[in-house]
Nanobody, 124 residues
Framework: QEQLVQSGGGSVQAGGSLSLSCAGS????????IGWFRQAAGKEREFVAQ????????LYGDSVKGRFTISRDNAKNTVTLRMSDLKPEDTAQYYC?????????????????WGQGTQVTVSS
């Protein structure tokens, strides 16, 4: 399984931007689909975005479409989630995850390796 290490996040005012990074720890990172999920306090986990192995396909959750951008640099074993026009409802713990299969829409079950989580807090 791929080991994932997250960085970025933090606190920002509404309308601001933040980036999250997810780094893989071994040389087969490019063999994985990478997804981002989030979970707000007291709520179910929500799909945010995913990117295929070569970065040729991307999918976004409806609530972030047009505001978030997912990208990857396989040479650096990194996937980045760029979040702009942030809203208080984007406040959550964000997790990156790795999967072998690219499904549209994702079921969640295909993601078998998870990062440690990063808090994003958006104030109004």
């Amino acid at each position: 399984q791929e080991q994932l290490v997250q960085s970025g996040g933090g606190s920002v005012q509404a309308g601001g931007s933040l980036s999250l990074s997810c780094a893989g720890s071994n040389g087969i990172f490019r063999g994985y689909v990478i997804g981002w999920f989030r979970q707000a306090a007291g709520k179910e986990r929500e799909f945010v975005a995913q990117i295929s192995r070569l970065g040729t396909s991307r999918l976004y959750g409806d609530s972030v479409k047009g505001r978030f951008t997912i990208s990857r640099d396989n040479a650096k074993n990194t996937v980045t989630l760029r979040m702009s026009d942030l809203k208080p409802e984007d406040t959550a713990q964000y997790y990156c995850a790795a999967a072998i299969n690219y499904n549209e829409p994702p079921t969640g079950a295909e993601f078998t390796s998870w990062g440690q989580g990063t808090q994003v807090t958006v104030s109004s």
